[in-house]
C-alpha cells in the first residue's frame, strides 16, 4: 500500500490508536478477580435469551449487553479474560471515533491528542476491564456523536441517518441513560437555526424510527422509571464535590490533569458564539447532561431523584476532553507551542496511568473461607449477591444454575439480603463456629447486623483474619 497523507490519516493513525488500546488494555484484562456487578452480567448472560430479557426487566438494567456477552460465553467460555475482552474491544473502537470526531468534524491535532487523552485515563481503562455494560455505552455515546455531526455536515447522505438510527437503538436498549444521548441531539437539531432549517424533519423520522423500535422495551421503560421515583435505589443523594470528585476519578485522581482539562474547557466558551457549530454542539453534550443528572441528584433539592454516579455519567466525558482539547488549538499561539501544550497535557496523564485497574483477589477470601469452614462442616454466611461469585470461584456447575441459593444451602453456605436483622441470623444454628464472608464497603445493614449478633453471642469474637481492602472473614468459635 503506497505511503501517502491520505492514508497515513485515514488508516494508520487510527490504526495505531486501536493498537495501543488493545495492548495497554489487554495485558491485565484477566488478572483481577470478578468482582462488584460483573458477576451478575456473566451470571445472567448464560440464562436464555428469553431468560435475560424476562430478567432483567425487573430491574433498571436494559438487556442488550448480557444478550451479546451470552453468545459471546457460548463460544469463549466464563474465564475472567474471556467476559472482559468485549469491553475491552469496545473501548480500543471508542478512541478510534475520538480520533475520527477531530479528524472530520474538528482537526486532526484535536483527533489524536483526544484520543491519546483518553486511551490514558485510569477511569475509562477500569471500565475497558470489567464486564459491564459501561464500555460499551461509552463506545455507542461516541458513534452517535460522530453520526450526529456527520449529518450536520453532509445533510443528505441517507446512511449517516440509518446508521444513527441503529446505534441510537442498541444505545437505549443497552442502557437506560442512553436517553440522555438523544436529549442532546434534540438539543442540538433544535437550538441552532441553521439545523433546524436542515435536518429538523429527518430527525424526526430518526427519533419516529427509534420509538417504533423501541415499542417492545416501552413498557418496561416507564415501569421501571415509575419505580425508580416510588422505591428509593441504592444511588443515594449527590453531595457538591461530587462533579469534581468524579472528575478526579475519571483521571486517576489526577489534580493537575483535571484542573487543566477544566481549565481547557471553560475557555472553550470565550468568544462561544462565534465558533463554529460542532465545538459548540460538543462542548454542552458535556455540560447540558453532566450538570442536569448532578442538580437532580443534589441532596439540597428537595425533589431529587438519585443517579448522580461515576459509571452513569462517564458517556459525559467523551465530549469533556474532546472540548478540552479542542481549545488548546484555538490559542493564538504558533502550532509549535500548541503541540508543546498537548504534549504536556499527554504526559500528565500518562503519569497517573497503570495499566491494571483495580487488584481484587475475592478467589484467595473464598477459597480461605473454604479451608477455615474444613470443607464446609462449619457454616458460611454471606451477602445473597455474593452467591453468585461464591459458586463461580467454588463450583462452577452451581454458577450455571438458575438459582445458585438453594443449592449453596445445602453444602452450608447461607446467603442473607441486606437487610437481615439480627433476628434473621438466629436460625442458624451452630455448635462450635460460624464463617461470615464480608463486603467492608457494603451499602446497608447487613454487615453492622452480622456483627452486632456475633458481639451479643459472642463478647470475645474477633476477626479471624483479613483479606484485601474490600472484603474479610471473620470466624466466630463458641
Not at 476491564?129 to 455515546?141: C, D, I, N, P
Not at 503541540?339 to 491494571?356: D, S, Y
Amino acid at each position: 500500500m503506497k505511503l501517502n497523507n491520505k492514508n497515513i490519516f485515514l488508516i494508520w493513525i487510527p490504526l495505531s490508536i486501536f493498537i495501543l488500546n488493545f495492548v495497554l488494555k489487554i495485558i491485565h484484562l484477566g488478572t483481577p478477580d470478578l468482582y462488584n456487578d460483573e458477576p451478575f452480567s456473566v451470571y445472567f448472560a448464560q440464562r436464555s435469551v428469553i431468560d435475560i430479557i424476562n430478567i432483567l426487566a425487573q430491574g433498571n438494567n436494559p438487556p442488550f449487553f448480557e444478550i451479546i456477552l451470552h453468545f459471546w460465553i457460548k463460544v469463549f467460555g466464563t474465564s475472567e479474560f474471556s467476559v472482559r475482552f468485549l469491553s475491552m474491544l469496545f473501548s480500543c473502537i471508542t478512541a478510534v471515533f475520538i480520533y475520527f470526531i477531530g479528524l472530520k468534524h474538528l482537526n486532526k491535532e484535536t483527533g489524536i491528542v483526544a484520543a491519546l487523552i483518553f486511551t490514558f485515563s485510569q477511569g475509562f481503562l477500569f471500565y475497558a476491564q470489567e464486564a459491564r455494560v459501561y464500555s460499551l455505552f461509552v463506545m455507542l455515546t461516541t458513534i452517535s456523536l460522530f453520526l450526529f455531526l456527520n449529518i450536520i455536515k453532509e445533510t443528505n447522505k441517507k446512511t449517516n441517518y440509518i446508521w444513527l438510527i441503529i446505534t441510537n437503538i442498541i444505545l437505549i436498549y443497552s442502557h437506560f441513560f442512553g436517553f440522555w444521548v438523544l436529549f442532546m441531539q434534540f438539543i442540538s437539531t433544535y437550538l441552532w437555526k441553521s439545523n433546524r432549517k436542515t435536518i429538523g424533519k429527518p430527525m424526526i423520522i430518526v427519533w419516529f424510527s427509534v420509538f417504533i423500535l423501541y415499542l417492545p422495551y416501552l413498557l418496561t421503560f416507564i415501569h421501571r422509571f415509575i419505580a425508580s421515583l416510588a422505591e428509593p435505589t441504592w444511588v443515594t443523594p449527590a453531595k457538591l464535590r461530587d462533579p469534581i470528585y468524579y472528575l478526579l476519578e475519571t483521571f486517576g485522581f489526577s489534580k493537575l490533569t483535571v484542573l487543566s482539562l477544566l481549565i481547557l474547557y471553560l475557555l472553550s466558551f470565550y468568544k462561544w458564539n462565534k465558533k463554529p457549530i460542532n465545538n459548540q454542539i460538543i462542548s454542552l453534550w458535556f455540560l447540558v447532561p453532566y450538570l442536569t443528572i448532578f442538580l437532580l441528584s443534589y441532596e439540597k433539592n428537595p425533589f431529587n431523584i438519585p443517579m448522580f454516579i461515576l459509571r452513569y455519567t462517564l458517556f459525559t466525558s467523551i465530549p469533556f476532553i474532546i472540548t478540552a482539547t479542542t481549545s488548546i488549538f484555538e490559542f493564538k499561539i504558533k502550532y509549535t507551542f500548541q503541540i508543546l501544550i498537548a504534549f504536556l497535557l499527554i504526559g500528565i496523564v500518562i503519569t497517573h496511568f497503570k495499566p491494571i485497574s483495580r487488584k481484587a483477589t475475592i478467589e484467595k477470601v473464598i477459597i480461605g473461607a473454604n479451608n477455615l469452614s474444613s470443607n464446609h462442616a462449619t457454616p458460611i454466611i454471606l451477602h445473597e449477591d455474593f452467591a453468585a461469585i461464591y459458586s463461580y470461584y467454588t463450583n462452577n456447575d452451581l454458577f450455571t444454575m438458575a438459582d445458585v441459593i438453594p443449592p449453596l444451602a445445602q453444602i452450608n453456605v447461607h446467603s442473607l439480603a441486606t437487610t437481615a436483622s439480627c433476628e434473621d441470623l438466629k436460625k442458624f444454628t451452630f455448635s462450635d463456629s460460624l464463617i461470615f464472608i464480608s463486603r467492608i464497603n457494603e451499602e446497608g445493614t447487613l454487615r453492622e447486623n452480622v456483627i452486632l449478633f456475633l458481639r451479643d453471642s459472642f463478647p470475645n469474637f474477633t476477626s479471624y483474619y483479613y483479606q484485601n481492602k474490600s472484603d474479610d472473614i471473620i470466624k466466630i468459635e463458641n
